[in-house]
C-alpha cells in the first residue's frame, strides 16, 4: 500500500478518484440502451429468442418499439403470438427505465447493499428493495399459479357481471328486503 506520493507522481497520474472513474466508464458502457437490451436478450433468452407463449424458436423480426428503438419486435412463426424484449419480465410496465434497472443489477453484482445502490443511483430505498428482490428471482416474470376454488367463485363473478347487465333482475334474487316488505 502506497501512502505517499510524490507532488511530481501525482500530476502524471490521475487524480485520486482512478478507481471511480474506471468504474464510471463501466457504467457508462451499461447505461447505452442498445447495451441494456442486449443484457436483458441474454439473461431471458441465454439460448436465443424463443416465444413466451408456446416456447417456439421460430420467431421473426417485426421492427423496434415506437418510442424505445432498441426494443426489438418478434412474432411467433409457430402460434403468431407477438411479443417484444421485455414482454413477460419484470421490466414492462414499471416506472423505471430499463438502464437503471441493469444498472441496480450491476451495483447487487459488486455487492452493494440496497441502501448503497439507493443512494447511487438517487432511488426510493423501498423501491430499491422491491427491484432488487424481482431481480434476485429472476427478470422473467413467473406465473402466477392459478387456482379455481371452485363453483362458488365462479358463481360470484356470475351475479356481479347481471348485476351490471341487468340490475334489477339481481335485486330481486338477492335482496328480499322491499319484496312485499
Ligand atoms: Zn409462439
Not at 20 to 28: K, P
Not at 146 to 168: F, I, R, T, W
Amino acid at each position: 500500500m502506497r501512502s505517499t506520493i510524490e507532488p511530481e507522481e501525482a500530476t502524471r497520474s490521475f487524480p485520486s478518484d482512478t478507481g471511480a472513474s474506471a468504474m464510471l466508464v463501466n457504467i457508462l458502457g451499461i447505461t447505452d440502451d442498445a447495451k441494456c437490451y442486449e443484457v436483458v436478450r441474454q439473461l431471458r433468452w441465454p439460448e436465443g429468442v424463443h416465444c413466451p407463449h408456446c416456447e417456439a424458436h421460430e420467431v421473426v423480426k417485426q421492427g423496434r418499439d415506437e418510442t424505445e428503438p432498441q426494443r426489438q419486435r418478434y412474432e411467433c412463426r409457430s402460434c403468431g403470438h407477438r411479443f417484444d424484449d421485455l414482454t413477460g419480465t419484470i421490466f414492462a410496465g414499471h416506472h423505471q427505465p430499463l438502464r437503471v434497472w441493469v444498472l441496480v443489477l450491476y451495483f447487487m453484482g459488486l455487492n452493494l447493499s440496497n441502501e448503497q445502490i439507493a443512494k447511487e443511483l438517487d432511488l426510493d430505498p423501498d423501491d430499491t428493495q422491491r427491484m432488487a428482490t424481482l431481480l434476485r428471482e429472476g427478470v422473467v416474470r413467473r406465473k402466477p399459479e392459478v387456482q379455481l376454488s371452485g363453483e362458488v367463485e365462479c358463481d360470484e363473478v356470475y351475479v356481479v357481471a347481471g348485476h351490471k347487465g341487468h340490475p334489477e333482475a339481481v335485486r330481486k334474487k338477492g335482496d328480499p328486503v322491499g319484496e312485499g316488505g
